[in-house]
DNA sequence: TATTGTTATACTCTATAACTATA
DNA sequence: TATAGTTATAGAGTATAACAATA
C-alpha cells in the first residue's frame, strides 16, 4: 500500500459516513459540511466557496434551502454592505452539533481497533496532512 | 485536535485535490473514481455501486457518459447474463494512469515536509482506518 | 419469485457568464 | 474600476420508484 492510495481510501470512506450521518437530518453531504464549517466562527460567502472548494455562485441556493429550513439567516456586514455573512440559528446550531457528535461517536466505534497511541498518531498526521494540503490551493 | 475532525478536513482536501487533478481531464471526480475503480479488476455495476456508495441507478448515466468518451465499454457476463460489467478501453486504461499519476505526483510534492517515518506511518494508519470503514457498510 | 441493470422523475450540486449593488 | 453576492443556464450527481430481462 502506498500513501496515495491509502490518502484516497480513507476520504472516500470518510465521505460515505459523513453522507450517511447528514442523510439521517435530511441533509446532502455538503448542507452538513457547509453547516459545520459556519458553526465555529462568521464567514462571508466568498471565503466558504474557498473553504468548500466550490464556486461563490453555489454558495446562493446552498444557503437559500438551509434559510428555507430555519437552519441559517443572512446578515450583511455593516462595515461593507457588499458582504454577506450566513449566520447560524439556534436549530442551525443543535444540528450541526448533532452531525459533529454522530460522526464523532461513529469514528470512535470504528477506530476502536487503533491502540490509543495509534490513534494519537493518525489524528496527529491527519492534520499535518490536511493543512499541507490546504496551503497549497 | 481531535481524530474526527482531522479525519474530516483530510477527506476535505483529498477530495478537492482530486476533484482539480480530475478537471485536467475534463472529467468530474466520480467520474475520475469510477475509472480508477475500474483499472483494477473486474466488477460489476451493482458492486461499483456499493464501492463508490451511491445508488445503482446512477451507474448507468455514469457509464453512458463515459462510454460516449471511449473509454469504457459495457460486457455481459456470459455466466449471468442480467449482470454487466463495464471494462475500460485502452484510452480509459491510459487516463486512469494517468490520474493516478498526477494524484500521487501531487501528494509526494505536499507530503515533502513529513519525514519518511511519518510518511510510512500515516500509509500505514490511513490505510487501517479505511479498511475499518469500509467493513462496517 | 428474486435479482440486475435500466428508465423516469425530482431535487441538488457544480461551473460559467452576466448582472446588481456597493466600495 | 473592482469586488461580493445574485441570477440564469446547462450539465452532472443523487435517491426513489417502477420496469424489463434474466435467473
Same mark, same amino acid.
Given at each position: 500500500m502506498n500513501l496515495p492510495a491509502a490518502l484516497c481510501a480513507l476520504h472516500h470512506e470518510v465521505a460515505v459516513l459523513y453522507s450517511t450521518i447528514a442523510r439521517r437530518f435530511d441533509l446532502t453531504l455538503q448542507q452538513?459540511? =457547509? =453547516?459545520?464549517? =459556519?458553526?465555529?466562527e462568521s464567514k462571508s460567502f466568498g471565503e466558504l466557496a474557498r473553504l468548500l472548494?466550490?464556486?461563490k455562485s453555489n454558495m446562493t441556493g446552498m444557503a437559500d434551502r438551509l434559510a428555507r429550513r430555519g437552519l441559517l439567516e443572512r446578515r450583511t456586514d455593516p462595515t461593507d454592505r457588499r458582504i454577506t455573512k450566513p449566520a447560524l440559528t439556534d436549530a442551525g446550531t443543535e444540528l450541526a452539533d448533532r452531525i459533529r457528535k454522530d460522526f464523532g461517536a461513529a469514528i470512535a466505534q470504528r477506530c476502536a481497533n487503533l491502540s490509543s497511541t495509534d490513534q494519537d498518531q493518525l489524528t496527529r498526521l491527519a492534520d499535518s496532512m490536511a493543512g499541507a494540503l490546504a496551503a497549497e490551493r
Open positions: 452538513a459540511e =457547509l =453547516l459545520v464549517q =459556519l458553526d465555529t472548494g466550490c464556486d
